[in-house]
T-cell receptor, first 114, second 113 residues
Framework: DQQVKQNSPSLSVQEGRISILNCDYTNSMFDYFLWYKKYPAEGPTFLISISSIKDKNEDGRFTVFLNKSAKHLSLHIVPSQPGDSAVYFCAASGSGGSNYKLTFGKGTLLTVNP | DTEVTQTPKHLVMGMTNKKSLKCEQHMGHRAMYWYKQKAKKPPELMFVYSYEKLSINESVPSRFSPECPNSSLLNLHLHALQPEDSALYLC????????????FGPGTRLTVT
């Protein structure tokens, strides 16, 4: 049972445009949601997180939106740059003792074309 | 220092060998993790150490043996592995109260022959 789903395996965007990566989840007990970026042969890099009590969190070019009623979150990258080309993983964690365990989606490969 | 470092970067071992993976962080994080990642799959949690004590073991086979000598170091001892254990092994750490924000090292690419 896949609790965190990224239904788009890949996304291609022109440089300067907006990239929108989507993620759906099924477990209503998740408390925090995160986005990680991964280049080949490197570990995932933490990008941005959002608590379940918020609906938006912004950090520079990256904004995460959370729609709890739809169990959906998205990552917006504006403007997109070629260096943003990577695999993006959505992840979720519970609260308290289950805070440690991150449940990851399968990832979306973003390609930003110059 | 905002890095998690892992050694070695690559490791090839036979099924009868004993080897160890090492991880180090100097961010003062009190929780450290081992994950396994197969190609085109997301990372899967193996072990969690909190304050140098093993707090989570995700039913990992005993041929993988974690060790936390101090708050900055985490080892993964490997013995009698199978070819299907070949994967990228990732170490991560997190600070107290924000364990959902985990910082990953570059990983060790392990090949079992």
């Amino acid at each position: 049972d896949q609790q965190v789903k990224q239904n788009s395996p890949s996304l291609s965007v022109q440089e300067g445009r907006i990239s929108i990566l989507n993620c759906d989840y099924t477990n209503s007990m998740f408390d925090y949601f995160l986005w990680y970026k991964k280049y080949p042969a490197e570990g995932p890099t933490f990008l941005i997180s959002i608590s379940s009590i918020k609906d938006k969190n912004e950090d520079g070019r990256f904004t995460v939106f959370l729609n709890k009623s739809a169990k959906h979150l998205s990552l917006h990258i504006v403007p997109s740059q070629p260096g943003d080309s990577a695999v993006y993983f959505c992840a979720a964690s519970g609260s308290g003792g289950s805070n440690y365990k991150l449940t990851f989606g399968k990832g979306t490969l973003l390609t930003v074309n110059p | 220092d905002t890095e998690v470092t892992q050694t070695p970067k690559h490791l090839v071992m036979g099924m009868t060998n004993k080897k160890s993976l090492k991880c180090e962080q100097h961010m003062g994080h009190r929780a450290m993790y081992w994950y396994k990642q197969k190609a085109k799959k997301p990372p899967e949690l193996m072990f969690v150490y909190s304050y140098e004590k093993l707090s989570i073991n995700e039913s990992v086979p005993s041929r993988f043996s974690p060790e936390c000598p101090n708050s900055s170091l985490l080892n993964l001892h490997l013995h009698a592995l199978q070819p299907e254990d070949s994967a990228l092994y990732l170490c991560a750490s997190s600070q107290q109260g924000r364990d959902y924000e985990q910082y990953f090292g570059p990983g060790t690419r392990l090949t079992v022959t």
